[in-house]
C-alpha cells in the first residue's frame, strides 16, 4: 500500500503484490478517512490557541480515535479470516498425510523386505558374537560385530581373547609377587621386631651395668670431695695460722716503723722548735702592727687591702710552720 498517509511493502512480508491487495482493500476505506481527515488537521495546528480552536482540536481527535477503532476492528475480522484459511489449510494437509502415509509404511516394508532380512541376521550376529566376547572382558566393543567377514571376526575374536588370557596370566603373576613379596616384608619385619627385642634387652642390660658404674663412680667421686674438703679445711687453718702470724709480724714491724718515724719526728721537731717559735711569733705580730689613719677614702682602701695581705702572709706563716713539725 502506497500513499502519503501509509507505506507498507508486501515484499518485507513475504507476500506478493496480486495477493497484498487484497488485504490492501480491506483497509483501504480506513486510510481514505485519514487522508480527508489530513486536510482539517493541517488546518487546526495552524489556528492561534483559542477556546473555538480547543473544541474544534477535540472533534477532529475524536474523528481519528473513530478511524483507529474502526482499523481494529477491520484488523480482527481480516487476521480471523485468515487464521481460519491457515487452519483450513492444515486440514487438507492432515487429511491427504494420513490417507497417504499408511500406504507408504506398506510399500516401504515390501521395497525393504530383504534389506530388514539382513539387519535382523547383523543384528543376531552382533549379539551372539557380542556374547562371545563378553566372557573375556574386552572394553571397547565395536558396533560392527554383526558386519564381520567371519575371517576377520575369527581374528578379532582370537587376538581379544588372547589378549585377556595374557592379561590375566600378567595379573597372576603380579598377584604372585605381591604376595611373596608381602610374605618377604612380613618375615623382614618379624626380624626387625625380634631384633628390636633384643636390642631392647642388650639396652636395659648395659643400662643397668651403666647404673652400677655410675653408683661406683659416684661413690669414689663422694669420697674424693670428702678427702679435698678435709684437706682444704686443713690447708685453711695452716693457712689462716701462717696469715695471723704474718700480720703479728707486720704489726710488730709497723708498731717499730711508727716509733722510729715519732722517735725522728719528735728530734727533728726539737731542732725546729726555735725557729717554729719565731715564725709564730711573727705571725702573730704582723695583724698587730698599728696602720695610720687617713683621711681620703683612697688612702683608707689602700690601708685596708694592706692589711688584708698581711693577715694573709700571717696565715701562711701558720699553715707552713706546721709543715715543719
Known amino acids: ?46 489556528l492561534p490557541l483559542t477556546p473555538e480552536a480547543c473544541n474544534q482540536a477535540h472533534e477532529l481527535r475524536l474523528k481519528y480515535v473513530k478511524v483507529r477503532t474502526g482499523t481494529a476492528v477491520i484488523h480482527k475480522k481480516v487476521k480471523e479470516f485468515y487464521v481460519s484459511g491457515g487452519r483450513f489449510v492444515d486440514g487438507w494437509k492432515n487429511s491427504q498425510l494420513f490417507a497417504s502415509q499408511g500406504l507408504e509404511e506398506k510399500l516401504k516394508g515390501i521395497e525393504d523386505y530383504y534389506k530388514n532380512i539382513e539387519k535382523e541376521r547383523i543384528a543376531t550376529l552382533q549379539e551372539e558374537r557380542f556374547n562371545a566376547l563378553n566372557p573375556y ?21 582370537n587376538g581379544v581373547k588372547l589378549a ?9 603373576k603380579v598377584e604372585e609377587e605381591r604376595i611373596a613379596r608381602e610374605k618377604a616384608e612380613a618375615l ?3 626380624r626387625i621386631r625380634e631384633e628390636n627385642e633384643q636390642l631392647k634387652v642388650e639396652a636395659a642390660e648395659q643400662e643397668r651395668v651403666q647404673a652400677i658404674e655410675r ?9 674424693r670431695r670428702r678427702k679435698m674438703e678435709r684437706e682444704r679445711k686443713a690447708f685453711q687453718v695452716k693457712l689462716d695460722k701462717e696469715i695471723k702470724a704474718r700480720e703479728r709480724l707486720e704489726a710488730a714491724n709497723l708498731k717499730k716503723v711508727a716509733a722510729e718515724k715519732a722517735l725522728k719526728a719528735e728530734k727533728k721537731k726539737a731542732a725546729l722548735a726555735p725557729d717554729v717559735e719565731k715564725l709564730n711569733k711573727l705571725a702573730a705580730d704582723i695583724p698587730d702592727y698599728l696602720f695610720p689613719a687617713c683621711k681620703s677614702k683612697e688612702a683608707n682602701r689602700i690601708v685596708e687591702e694592706a692589711y688584708n695581705r698581711l693577715v694573709a702572709i700571717s696565715e701562711w706563716i701558720l699553715a707552713e710552720t706546721k709543715n715543719m713539725e
Do not use: C, H
Open 215 to 223: 653408683e661406683k663412680r659416684e661413690k669414689a667421686e663422694a669420697v
Open 188 to 190: 623382614e619385619r618379624k
Open 164 to 172: 585377556f588370557e595374557q592379561r590375566q596370566a600378567a595379573e597372576k
Open 1 to 46: 500500500m502506497k500513499n502519503a498517509i501509509v507505506k507498507i511493502n508486501p515484499a518485507d512480508y513475504g507476500l506478493e503484490e496480486s495477493k497484498a491487495r487484497l488485504i490492501e482493500q480491506a483497509f483501504k476505506p480506513m486510510i481514505d478517512k485519514m487522508v480527508e481527515l489530513e486536510k482539517e488537521y493541517n488546518q487546526i495546528i495552524k
Open 137 to 157: 572382558n574386552p572394553g571397547f566393543t565395536p558396533e560392527t560385530l554383526g558386519e564381520m567377514q567371519d575371517e576377520v571376526w575369527s581374528n578379532y575374536f
